[in-house]
């Protein structure tokens, strides 16, 4: 079993994992958009045209979850690179893990929960912003008393379960699917020698490919629900 590769900095503990892996992921994130974004024309060529469905895509899941028009000018952008960042997030792991000793130095940083965790509250900071600037403070707090008053504290516990439903499902696939490769990969492969290593390569890639195709679904989830809840802040109860 790994350890974590953590740090203190400040009397604050860090992990290096989640820190390079994001890092590296934002950076791949910046090279494609600068490199499909390039001499941009009136006739799209086709690297223009996969930035141009990309974003179509992204702006799809807003206009289709948020009808405030104000909002859905802000949240486009955001939606679009959550998706690619979460997106790029979940498949590392699986193409590239690097250990050293007992320590995981790089894996999907999505298969940590606190990654995900702040994924999950950005949105709901989001929702509470666009909230207020929508109906003004009072107005706002104001909704958690509909439709009846005696809703209000499960109005309240709702914010708590968005945030851990919307952070642990995406933390809990990505994760699953890492372990499994893992157990496939250094557990039931060398078992019984080369005889366990050729059967399990046909299954290791079968479940890698679906992996590819969680990884992919639940970039999309994600992004649809933070559209949901930040669309529920904006729209009058």
Not at 55 to 69: A, H, K, P
Not at 132 to 158: D, M
Request: proline residues 3%; contains cysteine.
């Amino acid at each position: 079993m790994e350890k974590p590769f953590v740090f203190e900095f400040l009397g604050l503990k860090f992990d290096l994992v989640g820190i390079i892996g994001s890092t590296l992921m934002a950076l791949v994130v910046l090279f494609i958009c600068i490199w499909l974004s390039r001499k941009v024309e009136m006739r799209p060529n086709k690297k223009q045209n996969v930035l141009e469905y990309l974003l179509d895509f992204t702006d799809g899941i807003v206009r289709d979850n948020v009808e405030d028009v104000d909002a859905q000018k802000h949240l486009s952008l955001y939606a679009f690179v959550l998706f690619l960042f979460i997106w790029f997030m979940n498949q590392l792991g699986l193409f590239l893990e690097v250990k050293v000793d007992d320590f995981m130095i790089i894996k999907s940083p999505t298969a940590d929960p606190v990654t995900t965790m702040s994924f999950a509250m950005m949105t709901l900071l989001l929702s509470f912003t666009f909230g207020i600037q929508k109906f003004g403070t009072g107005g706002y707090l104001k909704n958690y008393l509909a439709p009846v008053w005696f809703l209000l504290p499960v109005n309240i516990i709702e914010e708590f379960t968005n945030f851990l439903t919307l952070s642990l499902r995406l933390y809990g696939n990505i994760y699953a699917g890492e372990v499994l490769l893992t157990l496939i990969g250094n557990r039931l492969a060398p078992s019984l020698g080369i005889s366990t290593m050729v059967l399990t390569a046909p299954l290791a890639m079968i479940w890698q490919g679906f992996s590819v195709f969680i990884g992919s679904i639940q970039a999309y989830v994600f992004v649809t629900l933070s559209m949901v809840y930040i669309g529920k802040k904006v729209t009058k109860e």
